[in-house]
């Protein structure tokens, strides 16, 4: 079975430029995750996909960050304009309910470096 | 205060030592997950489990649903057993609650 792609692996961007980050769910799975996780912490969520429509986004700092998920598959997620404390990793995740219990899949990554 | 505390923060030891890491919550979750994260790479997820206890290989994991406290044990620790090890608590549809991780390193 195939995982979590996202892509790229590693990007380095000057403050004030954008960026995109790219993923393709495990097939089937309804829910996606992306997760902003910052040196010496766990991931933060930053937006929660049910299909296409979104369930939590509570925590995107909406004023640069923007997330979609067309067709309910594959999602983007951008930054526009970057910022230094943007400098993450930014995880992909999708789930799937097993035995009553939802269990987390998650992409390698994207490193992101705002100079 | 974090919904889901895990210690120690940081861990070193001997190859060939049992090791434990340990995990608090104090939100109300249906199932835990230990997550493993090797440095530059993705995270792997170890277990998942609602109550009791699970093996897998030299790794254990425990949760106490009453206690609201979870426990990873590596059994005969290796060098490639350094990773991140990451406790989430979590239930159908709802966020998934991290803890900040514990950083192992083992020793040859």
């Known amino acids: 079975e195939a995982g979590v792609a996202q892509s790229p692996r590693y990007k380095i961007i000057e403050k004030r430029q954008s960026v995109a980050f790219w993923c393709n769910p495990i097939?089937?799975?309804?829910?996606l995750y992306w997760y902003q996780q910052i040196l010496g912490q766990g991931p933060k969520l930053l937006i929660q996909?049910?299909?296409?429509?979104?369930?939590?986004d509570s925590q995107l700092p909406k004023d640069r960050f923007s997330a979609e998920r067309l067709k309910g598959v594959d999602s983007t997620l951008k930054i526009q304009p970057a910022k230094l404390e943007d400098s993450a990793v930014y995880l992909c995740?999708?789930?799937?309910?097993?035995?009553?219990?939802?269990?987390?899949?998650f992409g390698s990554g994207t490193q992101l470096s705002v100079l | 205060k974090n919904e889901v505390e895990q210690s120690p923060q940081n861990l070193t030891a001997q190859e060939g030592e049992f090791i434990t890491i340990n995990c608090s919550y104090s939100?109300?979750?249906?199932?835990l997950h230990w997550l493993q994260q090797h440095p530059g790479g993705g995270i792997v997820s170890l277990f998942m489990?609602?109550?009791g206890k699970k093996k897998h290989g030299r790794l254990i994991a425990t949760i106490n649903i009453q206690e609201k406290h979870s426990s990873l044990h590596i059994t005969a620790s290796h060098p490639r057993d350094s990773a991140v090890y990451i406790c989430a608590g979590g239930s159908t549809g709802n966020q998934f609650y991290f803890g900040t991780g514990t950083s192992l390193t083992v020793i040859p």
């Open positions: 097939s089937g799975h309804a829910t």
């Open positions: 996909f049910q299909n296409n429509g979104v369930v939590d």
């Open positions: 939100v109300g979750i249906s199932a």
């Open positions: 995740a999708s789930s799937q309910v097993t035995g009553g219990y939802e269990k987390l899949f």
């Open positions: 489990l609602s109550s």
